[in-house]
């Protein structure tokens, strides 16, 4: 018996397991072998149009196409502004132009070339970028290509400025260029208030700015109409758009706002391009809505203000520079520089045409006028032509 019970334990014991070693138990080496990863280059996510310039820490975003399409706008505005200065309503001859340009002729076509024509030409060029560059701000702010200036209220804030202050002037003559930025700012201020502050929706703004176009266009012509005929005439030629009587005295001070205002609008027109998202995947970008909108109505208002105060309300320029530009440009970008450069060439190829294209010189705003209406039919048909393919 005691020999089995012996053989049982025997037995049984192995299946306890082996016995615990007392001690500190022994230390396993986990240490990875050495592997070597191979280079992975970070992704690129330039866009595909875009080319990266970069200087020590900082780096810029240039647009190939968009660089491309204003080195061709360059030498087309430099050969507008070259027929501009030769076009004449007086018959006058080439190389008498050429001669008084110089400085040869004699000292009236001198004068006439020098001191008329060239100040003109160059105010000229300045309304157009003003109103390119304000017309794209619009445009962009709104998500709407027909959206421009005026239709918040600006162009004709502006005038109701110019015009009550030439009211009961014997002379016909308007007020100061600078009472333009004025007007156009008390009725964007009217246009913000009304439509419940300035980082409101585009269009909102829009529709409120409509209403108040209209009333302040009302005011516009109850005072004209209570001018005598040698006021109301001269105020009338300049409420159409025109450039008479420009000189450097105007155009100097323009082109020192537009180098301001310039940079500006390209920093904002930078932030705009993330605006063509939804609200809400803007602002999870890093876009503060209100901020944007907000700046970019007021560039859009001194922008348009200046030129209307200069120039008049000029028409189809606002419009047409921006749609062109984007044409050139690409669909994904904010064609600033090219609405600039665009609206320059439309004002200069409407001032040379005004001054040959009938016996006595017409107001730059009545080619613009007339040359708008076809291209607002284009616009239109071309985007129900693109929403019918869509």
Not at 97 to 115: C, E, H, K, Y
Not at 117 to 131: D, E, K, S, T, Y
Not at 195 to 205: D, E, F, P, Q, S
Not at 256 to 273: E, K, T, W
């Amino acid at each position: 018996m005691k020999d089995a019970g012996a053989r049982t334990t025997q037995d049984t014991g192995p299946l306890q397991g082996p016995p615990r070693r007392q001690g500190r138990p022994h230390a396993v080496d986990v240490t990875p072998p050495d592997v070597t990863l191979p280079d992975v280059a970070p992704p690129d996510v330039t866009p595909p149009d875009s080319t990266v310039l970069r200087t020590g820490t900082l780096s810029w975003l240039v647009p190939r196409r968009g660089v491309l399409a204003a080195a061709l706008l360059v030498p087309l505005l430099v050969v507008l502004v070259a027929l501009a200065v030769l076009a004449s309503s007086t018959g006058m001859s080439l190389s008498r132009t050429f001669s008084g340009l110089l400085g040869t002729a004699d000292p009236g076509t001198v004068m006439i070339v020098r001191d008329f024509r060239l100040p003109r030409i160059f105010a000229g060029l300045m309304v157009g970028a003003a109103l390119g560059i304000s017309g794209c701000l619009t445009q962009t702010l709104a998500g709407n290509r027909l959206a421009t200036p005026d239709l918040v209220g600006v162009n004709d804030g502006a005038t109701l400025a110019v015009v009550a202050s030439a009211a009961g002037s014997a002379t016909g003559m308007v007020g100061h260029w600078w009472l333009g930025p004025l007007g156009a700012v008390a009725a964007a201020m009217l246009v913000v208030l009304c439509a419940g502050g300035a980082g409101a929706a585009g269009y909102r703004v829009l529709v409120v700015g409509i209403g108040v176009s209209t009333f302040v266009g009302a005011v516009s012509d109850l005072v004209m109409s209570r001018q005598n005929d040698s006021t109301a005439g001269g105020v009338f030629l300049w409420a159409v758009g025109s450039l008479n009587g420009r000189d450097w005295s105007v155009g100097t001070p323009l082109l020192i706002a537009l180098l301001f205002l310039v940079p500006l609008s390209l920093a904002v027109g930078h932030r705009l391009q993330l605006l063509r998202f939804d609200d809400d995947v803007a602002s999870s970008l890093g876009v503060d809505l209100r901020v944007v909108r907000a700046t970019a109505l007021a560039l859009a208002v001194a922008l348009a203000g200046i030129a209307v105060g200069v120039g008049g309300p000029i028409a189809f320029v606002a419009l047409a520079a921006p749609v062109v530009a984007q044409r050139l440009a690409g669909p994904t970008r904010v064609p600033v520089i090219g609405s600039a450069l665009t609206g320059a060439a439309l004002i200069a190829a409407a001032d040379a045409l005004a001054r040959v294209v009938a016996p006595v010189e017409l107001p730059v705003g009545v080619v613009t006028s007339v040359l708008g209406g076809p291209f607002l039919l284009w616009v239109l048909f071309r985007s129900e032509r693109t929403t019918g393919k869509a």
